[in-house]
């Protein structure tokens, strides 16, 4: 009973003292929303930067004698195979009306065992062991009854696996120091208020007050201040976010918020250093 009591004191203290709770928060909202910003850049950088590197063309041709039934059959098994994102085919008759399209003729010609059946097989590598992956996808298009030869850039493949190992090591670290500047930060901006109530709470100590009567209080306001700053904060970020996506529509950007997972870590780190902040403040109590 006396915890809740003291934790209600806690909420309603911050009314006592609006305009430095407002300067507080304005300042924590603020430097998360900064924070945060930057991670979103970074997460976007990194999300998109994957999707580029980590697309990989499969040039596949048939034998020509093989029967047409077969390779549309086939064509329809390759669609369905896990990581493949589109499949471009080309059929010799088609091939043959592009090139009398791009070299103007109009002759006919008999398209019979010279033009092969062709397909484009555009993939997407994982991140996990994606030579391993890319050596597995081509043994497997490589036994399809039929096909005579399978090409892909191995170049290519190796500079998706060296993004995917440096974004493992330069932006996760990055995007950590940074969350982690943010909560120090927030956990020294709360301690203003803190400040403003020492008279009181000096006052306190001399009556003859529990150190746990004078902290809880603290400790919940700070709480309620980090919770409300920081999820202010990703309140106005995603309005930013809504704002500049329609602009970029259309683009090679593509702009995604940030995971849940992010924002309930970012919120609850704020909120927890906003309260050790609170409890730093009067160390002697």
């Not at 399209?101 to 010609?109: A, G, S, T, V």
Request: some cysteine; overall charge neutral.
């Amino acid at each position: 009973m006396m915890l809740l009591r003291l934790i209600a004191q806690g909420v309603s203290d911050l009314a006592r003292t609006p305009l430095t709770v407002a300067t507080t928060v304005l300042s924590l909202t603020v430097v998360v929303f900064l924070g945060a910003s930057f991670v979103l850049v970074l997460f976007n950088l990194d999300r998109n930067l994957k999707a580029a590197q980590g697309e990989v063309v499969f040039q596949m041709y048939w034998r020509s004698d093989t029967q047409k039934e077969i390779v549309f059959q086939q064509w329809t098994t390759i669609g369905d195979i896990p990581g493949v994102i589109s499949l471009e085919t080309i059929t010799p008759q088609e091939a043959i009306e592009k090139l009398q399209k791009r070299f103007h003729f109009e002759d006919n010609i008999s398209i019979d065992g010279i033009l092969p059946y062709t397909a484009l097989v555009y993939v997407r590598i994982p991140e996990t062991d994606p030579r391993t992956w890319m050596q597995a996808m081509y043994d497997r298009l490589m036994a399809l009854p039929g096909v005579e030869q399978v090409r892909y850039d191995p170049l290519r493949v190796d500079l998706a696996a060296s993004w995917f190992a440096w974004s493992k090591r330069l932006l996760l670290p990055v995007a950590l120091v940074l969350l982690s500047l943010v909560a120090l930060a927030s956990g020294v901006a709360v301690r203003a208020t803190v400040a403003a109530k020492q008279e009181e709470i000096e006052i306190l100590s001399l009556v003859g007050a529990s150190p746990a009567y004078i902290r809880i209080p603290l400790m919940v306001g700070a709480a309620f201040q980090g919770l409300g700053s920081s999820s202010l904060a990703m309140l106005s970020l995603y309005g930013v976010y809504s704002y500049l996506t329609p602009m970029i529509q259309g683009s090679l950007l593509v702009l995604t918020f940030l995971p849940e997972s992010i924002i309930v870590i970012s919120i609850t780190t704020v909120t927890i250093f906003t309260t050790i902040g609170s409890c730093f403040s009067f160390r002697n109590l």
